[in-house]
């Protein structure tokens, strides 16, 4: 069974760039057909998928954060983890880590229990 866990600064002053570690058990980060994501909510609002990055390394980013976003890999400790710099108020939100496993067709999702950042000085 594939487990996640964030981890990260709770709180993150405005213009500072927040860095966030998902760490992976269960799995590895480079296994064929696994894609590992980040998405956030903020307060009162729905999931924000913010990027991925793939088994093979490449990332993609949502075109609204990509100027902000840093997706990469430490595959000697499988772990991923998310950079966004120049934050704000508005990045406050719970971030979550969601491993995405096709295989043969099929697709299971896992997720991590996310992690609360507060932006605020």
């Known amino acids: 069974q594939v487990q996640l866990q964030e981890s990260g600064p709770g709180l993150v002053k405005p213009s500072q760039t927040l860095s966030l570690t998902c760490a992976v058990s269960g799995g590895s980060i480079t296994a064929n057909g696994h894609y590992w994501n980040w998405i956030r909510q903020p307060p009162g609002k729905g999931l924000e998928w913010m990027g991925n990055i793939a088994y093979s390394g490449s990332t993609y980013y949502s075109p609204s954060l990509k100027s902000r976003s840093s997706i990469s890999r430490d595959t000697s400790k499988n772990q991923i983890t998310l950079q966004l710099t120049s934050v704000t108020p508005e990045d406050t939100a719970v971030y979550y880590c969601?491993?995405?496993?096709?295989?043969?067709?099929?697709?299971?999702?896992?997720w991590g229990q996310g992690t609360q950042v507060t932006v605020s000085s």
């Open positions: 969601l491993g995405v496993i096709v295989f043969t067709g099929t697709r299971n999702d896992y």
